[in-house]
């Protein structure tokens, strides 16, 4: 395994990842029957459809606002970020309107992340999170992308127990089919 920079992420290769994530979604989800879409792992769980309206969510109140929030040198805790606001943005969509208005929201914000110019002062610029504290750019931009690749993971696991039961003892080799583990 390569070990990566710990100090700053690389901003191109922060983008090569959140750029791939609407089609990776829209490859997993597009034009499937409800019945992977709504699955969820339980009770208070989410769907792959919450997940997505999530990550609109993100998108327009998120991410770049924070950046920009950083970028001005404003003092003020970053608004709070409503974790669950997708339960009522995205009520009456259907899942290919979500991950259309994803991948459009994506293309805008990484235009924007581009034309900030970043340099490494910058990434190490501060603002302050509501709840952890003080944080660098360089953190938020490098948690867009694990929150990404979380929530990419996620739906997968939750389409995979779809047929958890169904696969019989062969249960025991697929380690996706596990609860998460904190």
Known sequence: MTLMNNEQPVLDDLIAVLERTPATLSALLDGLPETWVTATEGEGTWSPFDVVGHLIHGERTDWIPRARHILAGDTRPFEAFDREAQFSE?????????????????????????????????????????????????????????????????????????????????????????????
Do not use: C
């Open 90 to 182: 995205s009520r009456n969509k259907r899942i290919g309107e979500l991950l259309a208005t994803f991948a459009r929201l994506r293309r805008e914000n990484l235009e924007t992340l581009r034309g900030f110019s970043l340099t490494s002062e910058d990434l190490g610029r501060r603002g302050l999170h509501p709840e952890l504290g003080e944080v660098t750019l360089g953190q938020l931009l490098a948690t867009w992308v694990v929150h990404d690749l979380d929530h990419v993971g996620q739906v997968a696991r939750t389409m995979a127990k779809v047929y958890g039961a169904t696969v019989g003892p062969w249960a025991a080799y697929l380690s996706i089919l596990r609860d998460r583990q904190r």
